[in-house]
Structure formats: structure tokens, C-alpha cells
């Protein structure tokens, strides 16, 4: 009887413990956040802007921003803090080059989910921006229970043991809209794929992190891409006729002289040697 | 060769990276906050390789034949204040220019001074007093036809630049000042002399 006793005791216990290690233990488990630049543009899902002319003015004024996405404009993983620090990598870029005046980093505050070309025309009157580089968002995360998990069961497992991987994948991609025009000008995107491992009850924060490193690695991906495209797209225009350059008046200045400038030089210098002898 | 050293540097910053001689190019936005010793480095940075070529060798062949007339430090203390001078005038008479750089304006000045020397210093009208006349006519044409006609022709800017005629005009007059100032000291100093 006392054996009895004891044997459905541990049984017992046993079954306690696997019920309480199965709170730890996730099945594969999937989160995803995105933001669709088409979403934003197209809410209505009307067709692309009718082919027109682009007019270019130089030094160009840009802007940047994250698409909202479709939930109402909230990323869970990134802050509108780090948002700001990503961003200000992609303002780098910009400002490398001369035909950019002014950068306007635009906080996810001032652009409605799914505002089209209309939310862009009140941002371009508001920021002073004529061409909009929007960067919107893709990540994947994978959460699978590996081989060691079954060690959630002794409770100490779940503080100790890494049976939990994650794999974060991630993509991101810069699309520069003129305004006016409405016309993608060019785009640039970035991937990475983050893995890692946490133990039950470390798993959310080693996520988040990892999703946040997603992110960063993404837009350090897409960063020479940028500078690439831009690159691309400046001789790209000079012969596309479907995009015309102007220049603000006295934008620009340069101090120069013409060859038959240089020519009459050359012969100034000469009659002024052959006085000397 | 003061003036062939101020091409060399010209052609030293062409070849430094964009992110370089962007630093030091004139960038109105940028001296506002700060970085004044763009209004002397913009003037060996350039728009284009043919501006490049065109600018610094004008500025070499006209710095040696104006340096065979003069003291070499009295040609780079006029170099030293002539820089920031042709900026400042563009900074706060032409308020719209954003950007700017070329040697011309430097190359303007020299212009002049050759001009003038040729001018001041040959018999009157012998044939060298009449090149002076040419030679500064010339200088007065180019003014003219960019600032007023529009010429981007009498320049070999890239397309997307305006021509900065002020800094021409700038330089021209820098140029006119030193030499009349400097011969103002010469005849003190014979009248002196003869006294």
C-alpha cells in the first residue's frame, strides 16, 4: 500500500512539473510587422500615376519617413527613437551630395496609415519637401522550440537552458517618390536575417533585440544600395527624356573661364616673354 | 609660381574624395554655421574637369607673368586677403548662390593686374599699351555677357551651374585696387626719394 502511495506520488509530482514546463514550452510560433509603400500610396488601390514629365528642381529638398503600417501606423519592436536613428543613417547618404539642400527626417507622427499622395502633397507643404524617400519594412520571426526544451519540464531548465531559437528575417527598402509628379524616381533595398538562441525566460527580450538588430542590420545592408542607385539614377536621367532638371535660380555658382579666355592668356604671356627679350 | 602652386592645389583637391572637397567647397549653409575656412579653400575646388583645367591654367600663366612684376609676398599676402574677400562678397551681395566653387574670381584679379601692368607700365600707345587696352577689354566683355546677356558660353561650366560673374567682378576689382594702391606706395616713395 505504501508503495502504492509513493508511486502515485511521483507520478503526480511528474505530471505537475510537465504541465508547468509546457508554459515555457512554445510550439513554432510566427510574428510578423510590415509596412507596404503600396498600402500607403494606393489605399484605394488605383492604378499607378499616368505618364508624365518629372520636374526635377536642383538643389532637391528631401524628405524621409517610415511607411505606417497598416495597423494603424504602430511597429511593435522599433520606437519612433530608433526609428529617428535609422533614418539618420539614410539622411547621411543625402547629404553626401550637393544637389541635396535640405534633408526632413518626418516622424511616423505626421503620416497617416494608408494617406496616399494626399498625406505625401501635405508633407511636401508642411516640410518644404519636393521629393519623398519612404522606407518601409518586412521582418519575419520565427520562433522554434529546439532539442533541449524538453528540459523546460525541471523548471530550473527554463532559466538555465537556450531551448528556444529564433530566426529574424528581415527586409527593408528606401523608395524615393517625387512629389509633384507622383513617380517612383528610384529604390533601394536591404535584407538581413538574424538567428539566435534564448533561454524560456530571457526569450521575449533576446527576441525584440534580435528584431531591433534585424532592422539595424537591414538599413546598413541597404545604405551602399542607396549610394548606388543615386549614383545610377544621375546618369540614368541624363538620357531619359520623362525627367527634366532645373535649377533654382542662383542655387548654384561657379567661378570660370572659357578656352578662348585661357587661349588669349597663353598669348598675353607669350608677347609679354618675347618683350622681356 | 605662386600661381602654379595655387593650380597644383587645385589639382590636388580634384582628386581628393567628393565626401573631401566638399568641405571645402563654398556651401553657404555650411559658413553660416561655422566652417569659415571654406571662404578660402572654395576657391581651389571645382565643378568639373574642364572647369579644373581651364582655371588653373589661367591662374598659373597669369600668377607667373603678374609675379615677374612684383614681390612674391606681396602676391601672397594679396592671394591670403583676395580668398576670403571674393567669398565674403559673394556671401553677402549674391544671397542666392548657395554654392559655389572655381578659381576664377582669383583668376580675374590676376587679369586685371596683368591688364593694368601692361597698361600703366608700357609707353603710351605703343603696342604693348594697346594689348593692356585688349587685354582688359576682353575682361570687361566677359562681365558684360554674363551678367547682363547670360552668357554660360564664355565659361566652361557643366550645364547645372550658373556662371558666378560677381566673383569675376570681385576679382576684377581686388585686382584693380592692389595694383593702383600698390603704385599710390611706389610714387610716395619716389617723391620721397627726390625730396
Request: glycine share 8%; charged share 15%.
Amino acid at each position: 500500500m505504501r508503495f502504492e502511495v509513493r508511486l502515485f506520488s511521483l507520478i503526480l509530482v511528474a505530471a505537475i512539473l510537465g504541465s508547468c514546463a509546457t508554459a515555457f514550452w512554445n510550439t513554432e510560433y510566427k510574428r510578423r510587422e510590415a509596412s507596404s509603400v503600396v498600402d500607403y500610396l494606393y489605399p484605394k488601390g488605383e492604378p499607378a500615376a499616368a505618364e508624365m514629365v518629372t520636374h526635377i528642381t536642383l538643389p532637391v529638398k528631401v524628405g524621409i519617413a517610415f511607411v505606417p503600417d497598416g495597423r494603424g501606423g504602430i511597429s511593435t519592436s522599433l520606437s519612433e527613437e530608433k526609428k529617428m536613428a535609422l533614418l539618420k543613417q539614410v539622411k547621411d547618404v543625402f547629404e553626401k551630395y550637393e544637389y541635396v539642400q535640405k534633408i526632413e527626417i518626418i516622424p511616423s507622427a505626421y503620416l497617416r496609415p494608408r494617406g496616399g499622395f494626399d498625406n505625401l502633397q501635405q508633407l511636401s507643404s508642411m516640410f518644404g519637401v519636393d521629393v519623398m524617400a519612404l522606407v518601409s519594412y518586412d521582418q519575419i520571426q520565427f520562433d522554434d522550440p529546439n532539442a533541449l526544451s524538453f528540459l523546460y519540464w525541471t523548471i530550473v531548465g527554463a532559466y538555465v537552458v537556450k531551448g528556444d531559437q529564433h530566426d529574424t528575417q528581415t527586409m527593408v527598402d528606401a523608395s524615393v517618390f517625387d512629389i509633384h509628379s507622383k513617380k517612383l524616381l528610384f529604390r533601394a533595398p536591404g535584407t538581413s536575417m538574424i538567428k539566435g538562441t534564448a533561454t524560456a525566460m530571457k526569450y521575449q527580450e533576446i527576441a525584440r533585440a534580435g528584431r531591433e538588430e534585424g532592422y539595424a542590420k537591414a538599413v546598413g545592408e541597404m545604405i551602399p544600395n542607396l549610394e548606388k542607385e543615386m549614383a545610377a539614377f544621375k546618369e540614368r536621367i541624363k538620357g531619359d527624356a520623362s525627367v527634366q532638371i532645373h535649377h533654382r535660380q542662383g542655387s548654384s555658382g561657379g567661378g570660370s573661364f572659357s578656352m578662348p579666355a585661357l587661349m588669349a592668356t597663353a598669348c598675353f604671356a607669350l608677347l609679354i616673354a618675347f618683350r622681356r627679350r | 609660381m605662386l600661381g602654379v602652386c595655387f593650380a597644383l592645389i587645385c589639382w590636388i583637391v580634384w582628386f581628393l574624395p567628393d565626401t573631401t572637397s566638399s568641405t571645402l567647397a563654398f556651401d553657404r549653409q555650411a559658413i553660416v554655421a561655422g566652417q569659415l575656412w571654406r571662404l578660402w579653400t572654395c576657391h581651389v575646388t571645382h565643378f568639373s574637369w574642364q572647369q579644373l583645367s581651364i582655371d588653373s591654367s589661367v591662374v598659373a600663366i597669369l600668377g607667373y607673368t603678374v609675379q615677374r612684376h612684383m614681390k612674391a609676398m606681396h602676391l601672397m599676402a594679396l592671394f591670403t586677403l583676395a580668398l576670403p574677400l571674393v567669398s565674403l562678397a559673394i556671401f553677402w551681395l549674391v544671397p542666392d548662390m548657395l554654392h559655389y566653387r572655381g578659381a576664377s574670381g582669383i583668376g580675374a584679379m590676376l587679369w586685371m593686374m596683368a591688364a593694368c601692368q601692361m597698361l600703366l607700365q608700357s609707353r603710351r600707345y605703343s603696342a604693348y599699351f594697346w594689348l593692356g587696352i585688349i587685354f582688359l577689354t576682353l575682361l570687361f566683355a566677359k562681365l558684360i555677357g554674363e551678367a547682363f546677356l547670360g552668357m554660360q558660353a564664355v565659361s566652361a561650366l557643366p550645364g547645372n551651374v550658373q556662371v558666378a560673374w560677381q566673383a569675376h567682378l570681385f576679382g576684377a576689382i581686388i585686382g584693380g585696387m592692389d595694383f593702383f594702391l600698390a603704385q599710390c606706395c611706389i610714387n610716395r616713395r619716389h617723391a620721397a626719394f627726390e625730396k
